[in-house]
């Protein structure tokens, strides 16, 4: 079996990860079998030491898992590379983790060198001792320890491949203010790895993490609050001028428009022409021109009684369909105005209609007068909703 190496021991004095510089001219061991290796960086494959064809090592791909994964831990942070270990909401103290999932969060990405900082980091170690135990990596601290019986104090990174923490040591480490991380690695194709956060223990990283979030939120609500009213209240003033430029602009047209002499000139003539006309014509008839008529006369051509109408210069047309036309007619002006039937009886004695009257027609002085008093209406309705604001949704 091949096994790949991250890490080799280098003149058997210091480890070197596969990223970093290699000296050809220096030995590279497995550190597990201590059988010389060599270093593998091509263009296609993934870097790594490799054992010579036909080696023996002892090594199964657990074993090279937690070793590369440990090794790999403290050259970051040796070198202030930043990894970010995923925390489960599960092992995060109550308030935080109240506070993260209502973001929607469902871990925490707890930052190395945010840890190393906080913990003033001066290096780190691989299986070094602390108290009774052997920790796979110690992140050495620049402040010396409280522990009585332990030399120095450091935090403590577990790496978690087949076998997790004992719960011995994670007492003597609670009972001892051993700050730890028990992390679950995966090997990425580069030689890194990310870490899941198996189990920690850090309440000073926390309760300085929770205090500094809470001051932050509430700087931060602060502002958005005295945004939120100055934006309010610069909303408010401009609504003011708005309401005032818009009563003005209303008097404005009432002035100009209400109060003039002749309200029609405010209409578009194409309006104002739909509006007069009435038309009267059989639908099967094509119109082919507009002609004014000043006249009508009804006289007797050969046999026949005809009806003509006259243009300006007394030219007679002849009108076509006059019974329906008088129907249509009829029929229309009888919808628009209140008619009455003169009933009468002819030279022979048959009773009928002889002539109409029709009720309500424009008065070009009262229409006018009608007109304004109902656009007066309107504008002072129109006005008042200005006035107090109110959207004009029911017109």
């Known amino acids: 079996m091949s096994i790949k190496l991250a890490v080799a021991l280098e003149d058997n004095k210091v480890f070197r990860h596969i990223s970093e ?11 597990i079998c201590s059988a010389v290796v060599q270093s593998k960086k091509g263009q296609e494959r993934q870097h790594h030491f490799a054992h010579a064809p036909g080696s023996n090592c002892s090594a199964n791909e657990e074993t090279i898992l937690h070793f590369n ?12 590379i930043d990894i970010v270990f995923n925390a489960p909401l599960e092992v995060i103290p109550p308030k935080l983790k109240n506070i993260f999932s209502s973001l929607g969060m469902k871990e925490y990405p707890l930052s190395l060198i945010s840890l190393a900082s906080f913990y003033k980091s001066r290096g780190a ?60 690695p995966k090997s990425v194709d ?11 223990c850090i309440p000073d990283y926390f309760s300085d993490l929770q205090t500094k979030f809470i001051q932050s939120s509430t700087d931060t609500f602060h502002r958005e609050i005295s945004e939120i009213v100055s934006k309010n209240i610069q909303i408010e003033e401009v609504q003011k001028v708005e309401k005032a430029l818009k009563l003005k602009a209303w008097d404005w047209v009432v002035d100009h428009i209400l109060y003039t002499d002749d309200l029609r000139a405010w209409v578009p003539d194409e309006i104002q022409d739909k509006m007069k006309n009435i038309t009267v014509k059989p639908l099967w008839d094509h119109e082919i021109r507009k002609v004014k008529m000043f006249g009508a006369n009804y006289k007797k051509v050969r046999e026949h009684r005809m009806v003509f109408a006259l243009d300006d210069s007394n030219r007679e047309f002849l009108i076509l369909n006059e019974k329906i036309l008088l129907a249509e007619l009829l029929k229309v002006l009888s919808v628009a105005y209140p008619a009455e039937m003169i009933i009468g009886k002819s030279l022979q004695g048959k009773e009928g209609v002889i002539g109409f009257r029709f009720h309500n027609l424009i008065d070009p002085i009262n229409y006018d007068i009608e007109w304004k008093s109902n656009i007066q209406r309107i504008f002072k309705s129109v006005r008042s909703r200005l006035e107090h604001g109110l959207e004009d949704n029911e017109d």
């Not at 994964?69 to 202030?80: M, Q």
């Not at 009585?148 to 719960?167: L, P, R, W, Y």
Request: glycine share 4%; net charge negative.
């Open 21 to 31: 510089r290699i000296d050809h001219s220096k030995s590279y061991t497995c550190p």
């Open 69 to 80: 994964a440990k090794h790999y831990l403290a050259y970051c942070i040796k070198n202030k």
């Open 125 to 184: 170690r691989v299986e070094k001792g602390i108290g009774p135990y052997i920790a796979d990596v110690i992140m050495l601290l620049h402040e010396k320890s409280i522990m009585k019986d332990a030399s120095e104090t450091g935090f403590v990174f577990e790496i978690f491949v087949t076998h997790e923490m004992e719960q011995e040591k994670q007492k003597w480490f609670i009972d001892h203010n051993v700050n730890f991380l028990e992390l679950v």
């Open 190 to 200: 580069d030689n890194t790895f990310v870490f899941l956060v198996q189990r920690l």
